[in-house]
């Protein structure tokens, strides 16, 4: 867990000391950060409401379960496609 958190400080250093450089979907990978640093600190510190959250997300029996993960399987797509527009993007550029 420490060198998951320190991977994701040094990230967060990285994108402001290049801010200038930064194209508009590096934020993403500041705010997937971010996440992972709270994700981490909520387990560490036992914080209870995290803790019941994580609970309520993997219980297969609840009504919502499909909707919710769905959610992330969305997310998961759209991540794909950008990726694979902005390689694209990075190839075209290559060969002109």
């Known amino acids: ?3 998951l958190a320190l991977f994701c400080v040094v990230g967060i250093i990285t994108f402001f ?6 194209y ?13 640093l709270f994700d981490l600190f909520a387990i ?5 409401f ?5 609970l309520r997300m993997f219980d297969v029996t ?5 909707i919710f993960w769905s959610g992330f399987v969305i ?3 759209a991540v794909f496609v950008l990726g694979c527009i902005l390689m694209k993007i ?7």
């Open 62 to 66: 609840a009504l919502y379960w499909n």
């Open 90 to 96: 990075k190839l075209d550029e290559k060969h002109i």
């Open 75 to 77: 997310l998961g797509g």
């Open 24 to 36: 508009w979907w590096r934020w993403i990978y500041l705010f997937g950060g971010g996440y992972v």
């Open 44 to 48: 560490a510190t036992g914080l209870e």
């Open 17 to 22: 000391k290049n801010f200038d450089n930064n």
């Open 50 to 54: 995290w803790h019941d959250l994580l």
């Open 1 to 3: 867990m420490g060198l």
